[in-house]
């Protein structure tokens, strides 16, 4: 069936020149590190969830991800969910993370257990991850079901005793934060207390937060970005047409649950939706190098040309940047996934006319913005090709 299908994408692709290759999301290493895609917020039948854990298992191997966190919402709510409806009493919000690690034991998924701590305002939804007792959390949270803030917070002082890493959800979903997104009081006191390990910066059903963006780097949080999805993953992605999941990038030593975890505490992590990548500069700047490689250099009088080859999944957009004003190249060039483009930089007179390249030049940079890799809110990537002989 896996077989029929992959035929019938690459059917697809021949159809059409803009199509990609396969239904997995390729993004290659960075000098270092290893790229794993994740997906640390999603949902099943154990909450509001339309699917079960082993689907969600088989939705993340398909599309090609290398960690998955089930987190399920983990309250009063939920609870009662589970002790009412087609699942058994015996259950609870543990389950989901028992049920999901038998498929993914039979996987190449790295599973990390986790929950949602959805209380409502003014302390909003949390993500709790590397959890080792979502009901003993629960059970915390519940001492203080008269207030949110409370409840919240006893669950994460419980989180804490279990070794979790805490993200802040969706911090601009407009049913809480309807007209501007602010870090509220209780948001600052578990910011000073240092609760926040991360912030979900993309959520796929909010979009993307450039607030929440540059609170990471002004706090020195992950920045996260999760599918949040409840529906089945073929409902929601249009895969034929090219779609993914929103994706966190994890850049971690190795592929392992400690790596994961060690490359999170140190916020070695990006976030890859739509055809946009948000993070920090110090991963995408690597990450650009490791899309896009600079093959078949040639130097001649005119000037030096290249070939520039995207072995990645994402599309990538570059324009021409400040600093290199005595070269001549496009301004504006996109690199479809899997593709390759030709480059080339020409010197330019004093008068802004062509130029012949001195065989005495060893060095050409042609400086460049990445449009699509944003290192703050609203702002690309600025970096080089860079010729050297
Ligand atoms: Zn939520
Ligand atoms: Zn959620």
Redesign the pocket.
């Known amino acids: 069936m896996k077989r029929l299908t992959s035929l019938f994408v690459m059917l697809l692709v021949s159809a059409s020149a803009f199509a990609y290759t396969t239904n997995k999301i390729v993004i290659p290493d960075i000098e270092g590190y290893k790229t794993l895609k994740g997906d640390f ?1 999603i ?1 099943t039948i154990f909450s509001d969830g339309k699917v079960w854990p082993e689907t969600r298992v088989s939705e993340a191997v398909w599309e090609g991800l290398d960690i998955l966190s089930i ?1 399920d ?1 983990i309250d009063t709510r939920s609870r009662k969910w589970i002790k009412s409806g087609i699942i058994s009493s015996d259950c609870d919000s543990d389950t989901p993370y028992k049920l999901a690690r038998k498929a993914a034991a039979r996987q190449d998924l790295i599973l990390i257990s986790g929950g ?1 701590l ?1 209380r409502n305002r003014p302390s909003g ?1 949390t993500n709790l991850l590397f959890t080792k007792s979502n009901e003993k959390i629960v059970i915390e949270a519940e001492k203080f079901n008269d207030d949110n803030a409370k409840a919240t917070e006893a669950g994460f002082k419980e989180a804490r005793k279990q070794g979790a890493f805490i993200m802040w ?1 969706h911090p601009h979903w407009v049913k809480y934060s309807p007209n501007e997104t602010v870090i509220g009081p209780v948001q600052k006191k578990f910011l000073e207390e240092g609760y926040f390990d991360a912030i979900e910066v993309y959520n796929a059903e909010c979009g993307y937060s450039p607030e929440a963006h540059d609170w990471c780097l002004k706090y020195n949080l992950a920045i996260m970005g999760c599918s ?1 999805a409840h529906d089945l993953m073929f409902n929601k992605i249009d895969y034929m047409g090219g779609g993914h999941r929103v994706v966190t990038l994890v850049f971690a030593k190795e592929r392992n649950v400690a790596s994961v975890r060690e490359a999170m505490n140190e916020k070695r992590t990006a976030v890859y939706a739509d055809e946009m990548v948000f993070g920090r500069e110090q991963e995408l700047k690597p990450l650009f190098d490791a899309c896009i490689q600079v093959k078949n250099v040639k130097w001649s009088k005119k000037g030096v040309s290249c070939t520039l080859e995207n072995v990645s999944s994402i599309p990538v957009r570059i324009t021409k940047a400040p600093g290199s004003e005595g070269y001549r190249y496009t301004r504006y060039i996109i690199i479809p996934p899997f593709s390759t483009i030709r480059f080339s930089a020409q010197p330019l007179s004093n008068t802004g006319g062509s130029a012949s390249l001195d065989s005495s030049v060893r060095k050409v940079v042609a400086n460049i913005f990445v449009e699509n890799f944003h290192i703050g809110a609203n702002k690309p990537l600025k970096t080089a090709i860079k010729f050297v002989r």
Do not use: R, Y
Request: aromatic residues 0%; proline residues 0%; negative net charge.
């Open positions: 917020h949902h987190t919402h949602e959805s939804h959800n949040d």
